[in-house]
């Protein structure tokens, strides 16, 4: 897909309450990025949005949001968090760079 692609527009049940970006630990203290959407009128669903190569590229942020609008409580987190700096995930990220890095068992 291409940068500027957005996730399609789903029918909007309850709207969403807010999304906001976090940085998260994980168990052995290393910092990542994610982006939590919360829906206004939960459903009871909750989902976690794992990215595709470009890691939290802004598509995978408002696809959260998407889910969110229809009733499903979403978290994307970025993947890079061992091997790039926590910043922006956007077209300028060199996503390739960081791909032969990452090992599984992160």
Do not use: C, N
């Amino acid at each position: 897909m291409d940068d500027d692609s957005f996730p399609p527009i789903l029918p909007i049940s309850g709207g969403a309450a807010g999304s906001r970006d976090l940085t998260l630990t994980s168990g052995d203290g290393t910092k990542f990025m994610a982006h939590a959407a919360r829906a206004a009128k939960p459903t009871g669903a909750g989902m976690v949005v794992i990215p595709d190569v470009r890691g939290l590229h802004p598509y995978y942020k408002e696809l959260a949001d998407r889910f969110a609008e229809i009733g499903v409580d979403a978290v994307a987190l970025d993947f890079f968090a061992r091997t790039a700096p926590s910043e922006d995930r956007s077209e300028k990220f060199d996503f390739m760079s960081q791909v032969p890095l990452t090992k599984p068992d992160q």
